[in-house]
C-alpha cells in the first residue's frame, strides 16, 4: 500500500469467463493496428460508473454472461451494477438489476445472469491500480494488452482500488430507463459496401429475421438468419473497421464486429450499426428475433444527442423500497434520495 | 511509354468517394485496388490531416485504398469534416514524404518458415529460390493493421504470388514473415493465419517499452536481409533486451 492514498481491495471469489476489465478503449493507435477494446454497451458502462461518482470512460468491471462474485479487503467499497437484467445480491439479499450498494468488508456481491441481458458492469469508486497499456486499461486478451496481465479476470484476483472514498451508500436502484432496451430493431447506416449487394439482398438484410448465434463474444456476433448474396463477389482489398460493422463473407451469413474487432478487414461491410444501438445489440441474447432499420446520418447522430442528454442529467438513485428488502436490512438505512451529478469524481 | 493508360493509375486520379462507416467514421475512398499510387494518396492525405487534425477528429487509419477518419458527430458533423478533408487534399502536395527505408533480418531455415517448403512446392520452385527470390525484392508497407506493429507489404515477385490457403493453418509464431495473395505480412502476434510461413524476423515491430513502440509506418519501404539460424538467435536476444536490430535509412 502506498503511504497516504487510501486503498481497498476488491477480490474476485468467482468470475465466469470473459469478464474483463475495461474503460473507454485504448483509442489513438488504430493505424497500428491496435484494437480499441473498451465496453460492449458503452452507455450501461457510464451509468454504472456516473452512479458512483467516477467520470464517464472510468475503468469498470465488465461481467460477462458467467456472472461473478466478489468482496472487499481493508475498507469498505462503494460500487455500482448496471447493464443487462443480472441477478444481484448482497450477502444473499437481492437487490434490483440496476444499483449502488456499500460493499463491506468481507460482505459477499454476487452478480448471476438473470431474465435478459449479456453483460452487465461493476464500478467501483475510485481508481483501480493496474498498469495502463497505451494509456488504457482496457483489456484486449487476444494480444494481451490491458486488464490483469492482459487477460479475464479471475478467482483470486485482489484489484487494488485507490481512493475509494469513504461514502457509504444505502443500497438504492438506480434509475436508468434508458437502459431498458428491446431489440426488436437494431438501427443501421447502410455501408461503407452496401453496392456489394443488389437492392432485394439489401431488402432482405434489413427485414431478417435475425439472431445473434451462439458464436458470439467480444470480438464479433455472428448471426442466423437468411443467406444473403453478393452482386459483385466478396473479397475487397482490406479497410478500416468501425465498431458495429456488419461484414458478409463468402458464406452470405453476417457477422457484427464488435468492440475487441481486428482494426483492418477484407470482406464487404453492408451496414454499420449506429453507436446507440451497439449496447443494444450486445446485450441481445442467442435466439432473440430482430430485424435492422436503415436511418440517415442525421437520425444515428439525434439518437447520440438523446444519449448524451441523459448521462448529462446525472444519475438518479431511489432508496429501495420495503418489499425489496427484508425489514432487518433496512433497520436504520437512511432512506434518502441520492442524486450523484456528471462532475463529481468519487 | 504506350498510349494505353493504366488502369490503376486513372482510378488514382479520379475524385475520392466518401462513403460512411456509421455515424461516427467516414472513409475516404481513392480506389479499390492494391495499387502505390491509389495509396500514396491516402497517406498523403493521412499526413496532411494529422498535422493539423480538424477539431472533433478522433483517429485516421489510412489502408491500402482508403482513409477511415473516426469522428464525434456530436462536435463535428459529417458535411463539415467532407469539407474540411476537400480543402486538405488541395494542400496535398507530390509524393511521399519522410519514407524511411528499413532493412529487416529475416532467417529462411526451414526450423524459422515452417510453410516455405510447401509454398516452394506449390510455386514449382525450390526452397532456396523461394528465400532468394523474396530476399532480393524490395517492398513498400501499404498499411499496417490486424495486430499491433503488423505490416502489409507489396512488391512481392510474380514468381512468389500464391493463393492464401482455403482454411487457416494453426498459430504462427511472433515475428512471422508471411505470404498469401499476392502481399507479404510481418506479423509479430502469435494467431492463426491463412498465409504462408516462408521466414522469421528476430526483430519486434512492437515493443511496449521502446520510444517507438510501433517500428514501422505505412508508406516505409523494406527489404529482408537474410540471416542463418545463429545469427537469428543472437539478434533475438538483443532485440530482447530492447536493441532495434533492424536497419533503418531515411529517405
Request: glycine fraction near 10%; include cysteine.
Amino acid at each position: 500500500m502506498t503511504a497516504g492514498v487510501p486503498e481497498a481491495i476488491i477480490r474476485i471469489l468467482s468470475a465466469g469467463p470473459g469478464t474483463t476489465l475495461q474503460d473507454a478503449g485504448r483509442h489513438g493507435y488504430l493505424r497500428y493496428g491496435v484494437t480499441a477494446a473498451g465496453p460492449m454497451d458503452s452507455l450501461a458502462h457510464a451509468t454504472a460508473n456516473l452512479a458512483v461518482g467516477n467520470p464517464v470512460g472510468s475503468t469498470a468491471i465488465e461481467v460477462s454472461p458467467g456472472g461473478i462474485e466478489v468482496t472487499a479487503e481493508f475498507a469498505s467499497l462503494s460500487v455500482a451494477v448496471a447493464g443487462g437484467e443480472f441477478e444481484i445480491s448482497l450477502d444473499g439479499r437481492p437487490l434490483p438489476p440496476a444499483a449502488v450498494l456499500n460493499l463491506d468488508e468481507g460482505a459477499v456481491l454476487k452478480i448471476r445472469t438473470g431474465r435478459s441481458g449479456s453483460w452487465c458492469y461493476l464500478a467501483v469508486a475510485g481508481r483501480f491500480v493496474v498498469p495502463k497499456v497505451l494509456g488504457s486499461h482496457a483489456t484486449h486478451t487476444r494480444t494481451g494488452f490491458g486488464g490483469v496481465n492482459g487477460r479475464a479476470i479471475i478467482a483470486g484476483d485482489r484489484l487494488r482500488i485507490e481512493s475509494p472514498g469513504s461514502s457509504k451508500p444505502s443500497p438504492g436502484a438506480i434509475v436508468a430507463p434508458w437502459l431498458e432496451r428491446p431489440v426488436d430493431t437494431i438501427r443501421v447506416v447502410l455501408g461503407p459496401q452496401h453496392d456489394y449487394f443488389a437492392d432485394d439482398q439489401i431488402a432482405a438484410f434489413l427485414a431478417g429475421p435475425w439472431s445473434v448465434s451462439a458464436k458470439r463474444d467480444r470480438m464479433a456476433y455472428f448471426l442466423d438468419g437468411p443467406r444473403l448474396t453478393h452482386a459483385r463477389g466478396y473479397n475487397i482489398v482490406s479497410d478500416g473497421i468501425a465498431m458495429g460493422a456488419i461484414q458478409v463473407p463468402g458464406d452470405g451469413r453476417p457477422i457484427v464486429l464488435m468492440a475487441d474487432r481486428q482494426s483492418t478487414g477484407g470482406y464487404p461491410k453492408i451496414a454499420t450499426v449506429i453507436g446507440p444501438d451497439l449496447g443494444r445489440l450486445a446485450q441481445a441474447r442467442p435466439g432473440t428475433a430482430f430485424g435492422f432499420e436503415a436511418v440517415s446520418i442525421a437520425q444515428a447522430v439525434a439518437a447520440r444527442r438523446e444519449e448524451a442528454a441523459w448521462l448529462s442529467r446525472g444519475i438518479v438513485v431511489e432508496p429501495l423500497v420495503r418489499t425489496r428488502l427484508s425489514s432487518e436490512f433496512l433497520l436504520g438505512l437512511n432512506l434518502i434520495d441520492g442524486v450523484v451529478g456528471r462532475d463529481t469524481v468519487g | 511509354m504506350t498510349a494505353k493508360v493504366d488502369p490503376g493509375r486513372a482510378t488514382a486520379l479520379s475524385a475520392p468517394r466518401f462513403l460512411d462507416a456509421g455515424e461516427a467514421a467516414l472513409v475516404v475512398e481513392f480506389g479499390d485496388v492494391v495499387d502505390p499510387a491509389i495509396n500514396d494518396r491516402v497517406l498523403a492525405l493521412d499526413a496532411v490531416l494529422r498535422a493539423d487534425p480538424p477539431a472533433g477528429t478522433a483517429e485516421f487509419v489510412p489502408t491500402y485504398r482508403s482513409l477511415m477518419i473516426h469522428y464525434d458527430p456530436l462536435l463535428i458533423d459529417r458535411d463539415t469534416l467532407v469539407a474540411m478533408v476537400r480543402r486538405a487534399m488541395e494542400a496535398v502536395t507530390e509524393g511521399r514524404a519522410k519514407a524511411a527505408t528499413w532493412t529487416l533480418p529475416c532467417c529462411y531455415d526451414a526450423s524459422m518458415a515452417e510453410d516455405i517448403d510447401e509454398a516452394a512446392q506449390i510455386l514449382k520452385l525450390t526452397r532456396d529460390q523461394a528465400a532468394a527470390l523474396h530476399a532480393k525484392a524490395a517492398y513498400r508497407v501499404y498499411m499496417c493493421g490486424f495486430t499491433p506493429g503488423q505490416v502489409y507489404l507489396g512488391g512481392v515477385p510474380k514468381a512468389l504470388v500464391i493463393s492464401r490457403r482455403p482454411a487457416p493453418r494453426p498459430p504462427h509464431p511472433a515475428g512471422a514473415v508471411l505470404i498469401g495473395g499476392g502481399l507479404c505480412v510481418v506479423a509479430p502476434f502469435v494467431m492463426p493465419t491463412g498465409w504462408y510461413v516462408i521466414g522469421r524476423t528476430p526483430e519486434r515491430l512492437y515493443a511496449a517499452e521502446r520510444k517507438d513502440a510501433f517500428l514501422i509506418q505505412a508508406g516505409d519501404n523494406l527489404r529482408f536481409d537474410p540471416i542463418d539460424v545463429a545469427t537469428f538467435r543472437n539478434l533475438e536476444q538483443r532485440a530482447a533486451s530492447g536493441e532495434i536490430v533492424a536497419r533503418k535509412a531515411a529517405a
